[in-house]
Protein backbone atom coordinates (compact mmCIF):
# COMPACT_ATOMS: atom_id res chain seq x y z
CA UNK A 1 0.00 0.00 0.00
CA UNK A 2 1.08 3.69 -0.83
CA UNK A 3 0.85 6.69 1.56
CA UNK A 4 -2.21 8.67 1.41
CA UNK A 5 -2.31 11.74 0.14
CA UNK A 6 -2.79 14.72 2.50
CA UNK A 7 -4.69 16.62 -0.11
CA UNK A 8 -7.31 13.87 -0.11
CA UNK A 9 -7.64 13.61 3.71
CA UNK A 10 -8.35 17.57 3.89
CA UNK A 11 -11.19 16.99 0.95
CA UNK A 12 -12.67 14.04 2.68
CA UNK A 13 -12.55 15.88 6.01
CA UNK A 14 -14.23 19.11 4.59
CA UNK A 15 -16.72 17.01 2.83
CA UNK A 16 -17.16 15.18 5.96
CA UNK A 17 -17.63 18.60 8.25
CA UNK A 18 -20.15 19.83 5.60
CA UNK A 19 -22.44 16.68 5.79
CA UNK A 20 -22.48 16.57 9.61
CA UNK A 21 -23.08 20.66 9.44
CA UNK A 22 -26.13 20.38 7.09
CA UNK A 23 -27.28 17.22 9.18
CA UNK A 24 -27.11 19.10 12.47
CA UNK A 25 -28.23 22.38 11.16
CA UNK A 26 -32.01 21.15 10.30
CA UNK A 27 -35.11 21.49 12.25
CA UNK A 28 -35.52 18.45 14.34
CA UNK A 29 -39.16 19.48 15.14
CA UNK A 30 -40.30 19.66 11.78
CA UNK A 31 -38.30 16.50 10.49
CA UNK A 32 -40.21 14.54 12.96
CA UNK A 33 -44.08 16.21 12.24
CA UNK A 34 -42.55 15.76 8.22
CA UNK A 35 -41.81 11.28 9.12
CA UNK A 36 -44.96 11.25 11.01
CA UNK A 37 -46.81 12.86 7.96
CA UNK A 38 -45.44 10.15 6.00
CA UNK A 39 -46.29 7.37 8.03
CA UNK A 40 -49.86 8.71 8.04
CA UNK A 41 -49.50 9.03 4.64
CA UNK A 42 -49.04 5.31 3.73
CA UNK A 43 -50.10 3.56 7.15
CA UNK A 44 -54.00 2.53 5.39
CA UNK A 45 -52.17 1.16 2.66
CA UNK A 46 -49.84 -0.81 4.61
CA UNK A 47 -52.50 -2.09 7.29
CA UNK A 48 -53.99 -3.68 3.98
CA UNK A 49 -51.12 -5.17 2.65
CA UNK A 50 -50.39 -6.86 6.26
CA UNK A 51 -54.40 -8.15 6.55
CA UNK A 52 -53.41 -9.28 2.75
CA UNK A 53 -50.43 -11.18 3.70
CA UNK A 54 -52.43 -12.60 6.85
CA UNK A 55 -54.87 -13.69 5.03
CA UNK A 56 -52.22 -15.23 2.11
CA UNK A 57 -50.66 -17.11 5.64
CA UNK A 58 -54.20 -17.86 6.85
CA UNK A 59 -54.63 -19.88 3.04
CA UNK A 60 -51.00 -21.51 3.06
CA UNK A 61 -51.06 -22.69 6.81
CA UNK A 62 -54.90 -24.29 6.17
CA UNK A 63 -53.66 -26.45 3.23
CA UNK A 64 -50.46 -27.09 5.29
CA UNK A 65 -53.08 -27.83 8.68
CA UNK A 66 -55.14 -29.92 6.37
CA UNK A 67 -51.89 -32.19 4.32
CA UNK A 68 -51.09 -33.53 8.02
CA UNK A 69 -54.31 -33.78 9.33
CA UNK A 70 -55.04 -36.37 6.41
CA UNK A 71 -51.96 -37.95 6.28
CA UNK A 72 -52.76 -38.75 10.40
CA UNK A 73 -49.75 -36.79 11.34
CA UNK A 74 -49.46 -36.64 15.69
CA UNK A 75 -47.90 -32.98 15.07
CA UNK A 76 -51.02 -31.57 13.58
CA UNK A 77 -52.45 -29.62 16.71
CA UNK A 78 -49.14 -27.56 17.07
CA UNK A 79 -48.83 -26.74 13.50
CA UNK A 80 -52.64 -25.81 13.32
CA UNK A 81 -51.74 -23.06 16.41
CA UNK A 82 -48.59 -21.92 14.85
CA UNK A 83 -50.15 -21.05 11.49
CA UNK A 84 -53.47 -19.72 13.75
CA UNK A 85 -50.83 -17.30 16.13
CA UNK A 86 -49.51 -16.46 13.05
CA UNK A 87 -52.31 -14.59 11.19
CA UNK A 88 -53.81 -13.46 14.49
CA UNK A 89 -50.70 -11.60 15.08
CA UNK A 90 -50.64 -10.14 11.67
CA UNK A 91 -53.86 -8.67 11.95
CA UNK A 92 -53.42 -7.98 15.86
CA UNK A 93 -49.97 -5.93 14.84
CA UNK A 94 -51.57 -4.03 12.33
CA UNK A 95 -54.54 -2.66 15.02
CA UNK A 96 -52.28 -1.55 17.33
CA UNK A 97 -49.60 0.55 14.88
CA UNK A 98 -53.25 1.70 13.77
CA UNK A 99 -53.64 3.22 17.17
CA UNK A 100 -49.85 4.02 18.08
CA UNK A 101 -49.71 6.22 15.14
CA UNK A 102 -53.37 8.00 16.16
CA UNK A 103 -54.96 6.97 12.87
CA UNK A 104 -58.57 5.74 14.30
Not at 55 to 76: E, F, L, M, R
Request: aromatic share 10%; charged share 10%.
Amino acid sequence: MGKVCPFRIVIVTIILLMVVNSVLAQDGEAGIQTATDMVKLYFAKAQLLLYAIGGVVGIVGAIKVYNKWSHGDPDTNKTAAAWFGACIFLVVVATVLKVFFGLQ
